[in-house]
């Protein structure tokens, strides 16, 4: 699969969205949290798009599909961050709708991929 440009692929562009999503809700976190969740969400949420760059301008398939692996693990990370910080009531119900449904959908796209780079 050649890619013109990492930016091209629909993955990336919906891990670009999650990414602001995920920094708008914890701008709304406690001061506390800058430290915490706050900073392990961030990290997480913009190592998915970032990994999948890397990965895009790798050489081989292989590489790609590792780096792909990358972003879905930073998924799982972010995934139970935000049921963390749900569960310990850091905002509405309600904020956590968007971030939730772009990395759902972000991570059902990532899944597809890597089963389509299986060698």
Sequence with gaps: MKVESYKNLIVWQKAMELVIAAYKLTGHFPKEEIYGLTSQMKRSAISIPSNIAE?????????????LLMAFGSGAELETQLE????????????????AALLSETMRMLNKMCGDFKQ
């Design 84 to 99: 963390t910080a749900k569960r310990l009531s850091l905002g509405r119900d309600s904020d956590y709708f968007e971030p």
């Design 55 to 67: 990965g895009s301008r790798r050489g081989s398939r292989k590489d790609f599909r590792h780096f």
